[in-house]
């Protein structure tokens, strides 16, 4: 009987792949079209956990989404990888299921069942043919309501995380990147990796995770959105059966103190005597994710170095200097301030050019402001690639607890590519005056100190530490 199932679940799946194979197509042509959702449906039951429900008929499958709004940054000091380990074992057992009961639950109707963290919040996510509904739902109110965090578990996927973050200090690029905001943030939570440290992860216990999870797992600090081939009036009902009975305290957001500002130019050289290769870093705080600049900074970081090939910082340093084969700029759009960072690698030698060369940029884009055909070729890629964020239910899902989490407001979704195209050259310098800083930077090299050491003396103080630390 078992096989006879699978064999329907299979044929299942693939009309499903098949149709949106077929959907895809569609999209990608109208994807240069403004964003236009089915009605967005909100409820917040008694116990304070706020609905969201979004009718797609389309296809016969339905995403569930369930946000905790509480990440990384809610670790306490020195627990760094909390979030990260209680949402990771969210499936590893609950009251009812082991956790390969749970898997093969999920399995056996051919769905998904994901949980994880970042720095501001905690997802669960549930995907499922619509006519398993009532599995899919059930299982994900099960994972966040009754978890057993049994110490087997937690001990083996301990193990697990010890060995990637050990995995990642073998790699100079990560290790740059991880030095970079302890650098930039010092003990503000954004300068912790989400998953902890190797000494923080030791210190873990499994009332550590029992106390996190009662703390943030409530009602009124979660929302759930559902997106599908669904019915509001029938989901809510459905909701209320499986939520209802969840409580606990209201939670208060943390108290964060902003990192100081950056003075002048600060430079920590990370030796590994053994690399030819240099690692960069450089950069600052940057904004917050309501910003109302976030419109034309995206735009501007797109020109300098967020655009790939596109980018002036890909041009001049990798096509015309050679120093590299990559390089990228970001801005981090979180809940408080993130980072605004610079990243590349070059040879040993060229290590003091790429930096320079990379000043200089951030110098002429607030000088000399951006091109029409710059601008113009950056709302084109904008105004085509948002609407492909809106290509399946756990895509829309995604995107409107993005706007729920950040407050955002109603029309974020909706006029984002107006927003887009309403960004002017001179926004464009405009922000890169006020949010870039070339004069004050922080800089993290991971290289030969021996050999890098007197070529970065010129560009500001420098600080020394060892790889392994």
Same mark, same amino acid.
């Given at each position: 009987?078992?096989?006879?199932?699978?064999?329907?679940?299979?044929?299942?799946?693939?009309?499903?792949?098949?149709i949106l194979?077929?959907?895809?197509?569609?999209?990608?042509?109208?994807s240069?079209?403004?964003?236009?959702?089915?009605p967005?449906?909100?409820?917040?039951?008694?116990?304070?956990?706020?609905?969201i429900?979004?009718e797609?008929?389309?296809?016969?499958?339905?995403?569930?989404?369930?946000l #905790?709004?509480s990440?990384?940054?809610?670790?306490?000091?020195?627990?760094?990888?909390?979030?990260?380990?209680t949402?990771?074992?969210?499936?590893?057992?609950?009251?009812?299921?082991?956790?390969?009961?749970?898997?093969?639950?999920?399995?056996?109707?051919?769905?998904?069942?994901?949980?994880?963290s970042?720095?501001?919040?905690?997802?669960?996510s549930?995907?499922?043919?619509?006519?398993?509904f009532?599995?899919?739902?059930?299982?994900?109110?099960?994972?966040?309501?009754?978890?057993?965090f049994?110490?087997?578990?937690?001990?083996?996927?301990?193990?697990?995380t010890?060995?990637?973050?050990?995995?990642?200090?073998?790699? %100079?690029?990560?290790v740059?990147?991880?030095?970079?905001?302890?650098?930039?943030f010092g003990?503000?939570?954004y300068?912790?990796?989400?998953?902890?440290?190797?000494e923080?992860?030791?210190?873990?216990?499994?009332?550590?995770?029992?106390?996190?999870?009662?703390?943030?797992?409530?009602?009124?600090?979660?929302?759930?959105?559902?997106?599908?081939?669904?019915?509001?009036?029938?989901?809510?009902?459905?909701?209320?059966?499986?939520f209802?009975?969840?409580?606990?305290?209201p939670?208060?957001?943390?108290?964060?103190?902003?990192?100081?500002?950056?003075?002048?130019?600060?430079?920590l050289l990370?030796?590994? %005597?053994?690399?030819?290769?240099t690692?960069i870093?450089?950069?600052?705080?940057?904004?917050d994710?309501?910003n109302?600049?976030?419109?034309?900074?995206?735009?501007?970081?797109? #020109?300098?170095?967020g655009?790939?090939?596109?980018?002036?910082?890909?041009?001049?340093?990798?096509?015309?200097?050679?120093?590299?084969?990559?390089?990228?700029?970001?801005?981090?759009?979180?809940k408080?301030?993130?980072?605004?960072?610079?990243?590349?690698?070059?040879?040993?030698?060229?290590?003091?050019?790429?930096?320079?060369?990379?000043?200089?940029?951030?110098?002429?884009?607030?000088?000399?402001?951006?091109?029409?055909?710059?601008?113009?070729?950056?709302?084109?890629?904008?105004?085509?690639?948002?609407?492909?964020?809106?290509?399946?239910?756990?895509q829309?899902?995604?995107?409107?607890?993005?706007?729920?989490?950040?407050?955002?407001?109603?029309?974020?979704?909706?006029?984002?590519?107006?927003r887009?195209?309403?960004?002017?050259?001179?926004? #464009?310098?405009?922000?890169?005056?006020?949010?870039?800083?070339?004069?004050?930077?922080?800089?993290?090299?991971v290289?030969?100190?021996?050999?890098?050491?007197?070529?970065?003396? %010129?560009?500001?103080?420098?600080?020394?530490?060892?790889?392994?630390?």
């Amino acid at each position: 009987m078992q096989k006879k199932n699978s064999k329907f679940i299979g044929i299942d799946l693939f009309i499903l792949f098949f149709i949106l194979f077929i959907l895809g197509g569609c999209l990608a042509t109208a994807s240069a079209q403004e964003i236009k959702l089915p009605p967005i449906k909100k409820t917040t039951l008694d116990n304070g956990l706020k609905v969201i429900v979004i009718e797609q008929h389309e296809l016969p499958i339905v995403a569930f989404r369930l946000l #905790i709004k509480s990440g990384s940054a809610c670790d306490p000091a020195g627990k760094g990888g909390l979030a990260n380990l209680t949402a990771g074992l969210l499936r590893k057992g609950t009251k009812t299921k082991s956790a390969t009961q749970v898997a093969e639950a999920i399995d056996f109707v051919g769905g998904s069942l994901d949980a994880g963290s970042d720095r501001d919040a905690t997802y669960a996510s549930c995907r499922v043919l619509t006519k398993h509904f009532d599995t899919g739902l059930g299982l994900l109110a099960d994972i966040i309501l009754n978890p057993t965090f049994k110490q087997d578990e937690i001990d083996r996927l301990g193990k697990q995380t010890l060995a990637s973050i050990k995995q990642q200090k073998d790699d %100079p690029a990560s290790v740059a990147g991880e030095k970079f905001r302890e650098f930039v943030f010092g003990n503000h939570p954004y300068g912790q990796p989400t998953e902890g440290t190797e000494e923080s992860i030791t210190t873990l216990t499994r009332d550590d995770i029992v106390n996190f999870h009662q703390k943030y797992y409530v009602p009124a600090n979660a929302i759930l959105a559902v997106v599908g081939d669904v019915k509001n009036a029938e989901v809510i009902n459905k909701i209320k059966a499986k939520f209802s009975q969840w409580s606990g305290a209201p939670v208060t957001p943390p108290s964060l103190v902003e990192p100081a500002a950056i003075k002048g130019h600060q430079i920590l050289l990370v030796d590994k %005597p053994d690399l030819t290769q240099t690692y960069i870093e450089i950069g600052h705080l940057g904004i917050d994710r309501k910003n109302p600049d976030i419109f034309a900074v995206r735009v501007m970081n797109y #020109i300098l170095g967020g655009g790939g090939f596109a980018s002036r910082l890909m041009d001049e340093v990798r096509a015309k200097r050679g120093l590299t084969y990559g390089i990228n700029s970001s801005f981090d759009f979180l809940k408080w301030r993130g980072a605004f960072d610079v990243s590349t690698f070059t040879q040993n030698d060229s290590t003091a050019a790429a930096i320079t060369v990379i000043i200089d940029q951030l110098r002429k884009i607030q000088a000399e402001g951006v091109t029409d055909k710059e601008l113009s070729d950056t709302k084109s890629f904008y105004t085509g690639y948002f609407p492909l964020q809106f290509e399946t239910p756990e895509q829309i899902a995604t995107q409107i607890l993005i706007v729920e989490l950040y407050d955002l407001g109603e029309d974020y979704i909706t006029n984002y590519t107006q927003r887009i195209n309403a960004v002017t050259k001179e926004d #464009i310098q405009r922000v890169a005056v006020k949010y870039i800083d070339p004069d004050n930077l922080k800089m993290v090299v991971v290289s030969k100190a021996e050999t890098v050491k007197p070529l970065l003396e %010129p560009l500001g103080t420098v600080e020394v530490t060892s790889f392994l630390k």
